[in-house]
C-alpha cells in the first residue's frame, strides 16, 4: 500500500531553522493533500501546515510567517521548513497523506497515512 518516512528532526537552539521531509511510496496512483502536524507533550495532535495537490496552503496561526510548507509532486514528497524556531515548537511532527493507491488492474483504494513522526526540540 502507501508509507511515508520522515526525516529531519533534531535538537536546535531557539531561533535556528530545521527542514522536515516526508517521502510517500508504495503503489501511489495519485495523493491528495499532505500536511504537517504535531504532538507535544500532555497535548492533542495539531494541524501545523497543509498543502494540496495544486500547491494550496495552509497553516496554524502560530506558525504563520515562520514555518513553509511545500511539495514535489514528482517525488511525492512533502516538506516543512522551520525558521526562528521557539521552545514552544518542540514536539514530534507527523507527516500525513491521502489519495489513492493501485489495488489491481484500474481499481483504487483510498489510503489515509501517517509518518512515524520526527522529534523536534528546541532549547538552548
Known amino acids: 500500500q502507501v508509507q511515508l518516512v520522515e526525516s529531519g528532526g533534531g535538537l536546535v537552539q531557539p531561533g535556528g531553522s530545521l527542514r522536515l521531509s516526508c517521502a510517500a511510496s508504495?503503489?501511489?496512483?495519485?495523493?491528495?493533500?499532505m500536511g504537517w502536524y504535531r504532538q507535544a507533550p500532555g497535548k492533542e495532535r495539531e494541524l501545523v501546515a497543509g498543502i494540496t495537490s495544486g500547491g494550496s496552503t495552509n497553516y496554524a496561526d502560530s506558525v504563520k510567517g515562520r514555518f513553509t510548507i511545500s511539495r514535489d509532486n514528482a517525488k511525492n514528497t512533502v516538506f516543512l521548513q522551520m525558521n526562528s524556531l521557539k521552545p514552544e515548537d518542540t514536539a514530534v511532527y507527523y507527516c500525513n497523506a491521502d489519495g489513492y493507491y493501485n489495488f489491481y488492474a484500474g481499481v483504487h483504494k483510498y489510503f489515509d497515512v501517517w509518518g512515524q513522526g520526527a522529534l523536534v526540540t528546541v532549547s538552548s
Open positions: 508504495g503503489s501511489i496512483f495519485t495523493i491528495n493533500a
